[in-house]
């Protein structure tokens, strides 16, 4: 069986653009370094991609003019920042909605599987502190989703009195 790092890691290696993208939107604008240490602390340190394949990446985005970089220098140190371009921003739109359509069928595959564990005799193995886990992560999920119904009524309701903010 793979280790949980590697695991981790390949888990981690094909949505790289989008987690490099995300990042960097979050920030508003980031260099190298701090990109490293955000994959390493959104993988709780099983995976950190090296400098290669992280610049490497970043060459592919700007190529695909995702994201623009500038150079800024503290001392005789270069320091090359990178931002999202307009492209960048609609990219990361569009994969935030096919991510939230595939953790609404990951949690419903869950479900299933959980299901067909618990019939062949596994759910006793289901260890109580991933229920917690899985319980918590989805009472955040619903927490998000409440507050973007709210967002929306209020939203719709300025529309309605025609103040459309």
């Known amino acids: 069986m793979p280790s949980d790092s590697s695991l981790v890691r390949n888990l981690f290696t094909v949505p790289m653009k989008n987690l490099i993208l995300l990042i960097i939107g979050l920030k508003g604008e980031a260099h190298g370094y701090e990109i490293l240490k955000e994959i390493e602390k959104v993988t709780f340190g099983n995976w950190r991609p090296s400098h290669g394949n992280l610049y490497t990446m970043l060459g592919k985005l700007a190529e695909e003019g995702l994201v623009e970089s500038r150079e800024e220098y503290r001392g005789k140190r270069r320091i090359v920042k990178y931002r999202l371009t307009e492209k960048g921003w609609l990219y990361l739109r569009e994969a935030n909605e096919l991510a939230l359509k595939s953790l609404y069928l990951a949690v419903q595959y869950h479900e299933r599987l959980r299901e067909k564990l618990r019939e062949m005799g596994y759910g006793k193995e289901i260890a109580t502190t991933a229920i917690d886990s899985y319980i918590e992560l989805l ?23 025609g103040t459309g903010s």
Do not use: Q
């Open 139 to 161: 009472d955040g999920i619903i927490e998000v989703l409440e507050n973007k119904k709210r967002e929306l009524k209020r939203l719709k309701e300025g529309e309605i009195r």
